[in-house]
């Protein structure tokens, strides 16, 4: 069964329209990737799915229940996750505090301890600075705080909105590396990036966006193939 | 003796008052100027069931004003959010203007008034110096309701939330944070905090009429932009130095303290001059507006 399906999906700003029609659907195990040019809605896809912006039409169903329209609060309490762009760590708190929060759209309370040291044994360096103010983290630090922040409520799905932005490359490396031992845990997980070789040859599958519409659909193996995936990623004659 | 007690019970209460309008900002981002007919409403209840003991009159009075604060968010506050900062401003503006007029509706435009808990008006004598017992009891009620308020904020899971609500719903509500229940945890906390400082003003004032809680609710919003209303510490520390300053310059200033408001702002004038974010701010809050 697919954790995450969307269908026809349609969103923008108010009477501003910035998807028309995207669909996909991802399984279990199965990483998605999704890339295109800057400001072509590739957050708004993943707010939109997150429930923190209505669609104006198209469904959203996971674990095969209709999710469209729900508030994000709920959402989170149905399995899926948004780590957003920018990460938006509470850098007031510490990073206890900001990993306290990530347990608040947990439903089953009793492995909240249990999930705490799960993350911790994943990024250990978080456990170094527990007590730390989270805005003195470095960027790196930071995207791993923010990752286990959205693990603490224990999704079914993940959506990463460019975890890269702003690290260093072999930082970059270090948080792949823990998104594939995240999705080796029966999670599945969809990533945002600018950077379309790096995600393109990570994800199972990768999406390319433009013009509001998904242009291309690529595999791994695809992301070998220079050519192909500029072609996709700013259209013919490029 | 007498001069410095007043003075802090005046900045507690006004801590408190300040507290209660911090909160709501914090969640909602919103000035909620019908926070004083909150204290309002406390205060009639209070002179109205003066008959009844003190702590079951202050329990209705509480109980009322919480009732109130959580009714104007589910009624008001809850449909017009979204639509903007300027509509929920005046929006406020008009509730606490018409929540005025319905007190004066329903318990007249002349003051009601009542001897609310008339012990603590006497005085004792301690380290020979005579101390009123009002001020006494303002100062450790104050203090025990900030410490209170101090463990729910740093402690507690509502504190925790209401930290990172006032710093970001968005990624807050990402997380699980409930918006709906949250920001109504917050009107009713600020109903209980106003429903203390009904009491506490009630005490020394007992002329309650339908303005009596709009000069203490203006003062306290001077506390918070002193302070720095984007942290709770900083709203209720801002609240106390207005308070204390006013009761010092009232002190002092004799017959000359027909000028104490306008030391007061000369001083608000040059707290803001040198932190601009008030004065429990960090760095550049210029920048961000
Ligand atoms: N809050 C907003 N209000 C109005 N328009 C927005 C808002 N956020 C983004 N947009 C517009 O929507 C489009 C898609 O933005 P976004 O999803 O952030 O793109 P991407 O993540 O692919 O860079 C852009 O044209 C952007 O200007
Ligand atoms: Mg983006």
Redesign the interface.
């Known amino acids: 069964m697919s954790l995450l399906k969307v269908e026809n999906l349609c969103s923008g700003y108010g009477k501003v329209d910035v998807l028309f029609g995207i669909s996909f659907s991802l399984s279990e195990g199965k990483s998605l990737g999704i890339v295109g040019p800057n400001g072509v809605g590739k957050s708004t896809l993943l707010k939109t799915i ?1 429930g ?1 912006i209505v669609p104006k039409s198209g469904v959203v169903s996971l674990l095969g229940e209709d999710i469209t329209g729900k ?3 709920d959402i ?2 149905l399995g899926l ?2 780590v ?1 762009e920018g990460r ?1 760590i ?4 510490s990073v206890t ?1 900001n990993l ?3 347990l ?3 439903k089953d309370k009793s492995s909240s301890k249990i999930a705490l040291e799960q993350v911790k044994a994943l990024f250990p360096v978080l456990n170094t600075h527990a007590k730390h103010q989270a805005g003195m983290l470095s960027g790196g630090q930071q995207q791993q705080l923010a990752i286990s ?2 693990l603490l ?1 224990a999704p079914r799905v993940l959506l990463l909105d460019e975890p890269s932005l702003g690290l260093a490359p072999n930082v970059i490396l270090d948080v792949f590396e823990k998104l594939k031992e995240i999705i080796a845990n029966k999670t599945a997980v969809v990533i945002v990036e600018q950077r379309a070789h790096l995600v393109a040859s990570f994800a199972d599958q990768t999406i390319v966006i433009r013009d509001g519409q998904i242009q291309a659909t690529l595999s791994s193996a695809d992301a070998k193939n220079q050519e192909l995936l500029r072609g996709a990623y700013f259209g013919p004659g490029s | 003796m007498q001069a410095v007690l007043d003075a802090i019970s005046l900045g507690g209460t006004y801590a408190l008052a300040a507290l209660g309008l911090g909160l709501v900002f914090g969640v909602l981002k919103l000035v909620n100027f019908a926070h004083a007919e909150l204290i309002t409403i406390a205060a009639y209840i209070m002179v109205i069931t003066n008959d009844l003991p003190l702590v079951v009159s202050f329990l209705i009075a509480a109980l009322s004003a919480t009732a109130l604060a959580v009714l104007t968010e589910l009624t008001v506050y809850r449909r017009l959010r979204g639509t903007g900062p300027a509509i929920m401003l005046i929006a406020s503006f008009g509730l606490s203007v018409g929540l005025q007029k319905s007190f004066e509706l329903i318990f007249g435009a002349l003051p009601r008034s009542a001897a609310v808990a008339p012990w603590m008006t006497g005085s004792i004598e301690m380290a020979n110096l005579n101390i009123t017992i009002a001020s006494l009891v303002t100062v450790g009620l104050t203090i025990f309701i900030l410490l209170a308020m101090g463990y729910l904020v740093d402690y507690t ?1 509502l504190g ?2 209401l ?2 609500a006032s ?2 719903f ?10 709906n229940r949250l920001i109504t945890s917050s009107f009713a906390i600020s109903g209980v905090l106003a429903a203390f400082v009904g009491f506490i003003v009630v005490v020394e004032n007992p002329q309650v009429e339908p303005m009596f809680g709009l000069n203490i609710t203006i003062l306290a919003l001077v506390g918070i932009v002193i302070g720095g209303i984007s942290s709770l510490r900083g709203c209720a520390l801002g609240g106390f130095i207005v308070g204390f300053i006013l009761s010092v310059l009232n002190t002092y200033l004799g017959n000359a303290r027909v000028y104490a408001y306008s030391y007061l702002f000369m001083a608000v004038v040059i707290i803001l001059l040198v932190r601009p974010g008030g004065i429990l701010s960090k760095g550049n809050e210029m920048e961000r507006v």
């Open positions: 997150a923190e508030k994000p609060e989170v309490r996750s948004l957003p938006q509470f850098s007031g708190l505090e306290l929060l990530g608040t759209g947990r922040r959205a409520s | 899971t925790l939330q930290r990172a710093a970001d968005k990624t807050a509500r990402l997380l699980g944070v409930r918006s």
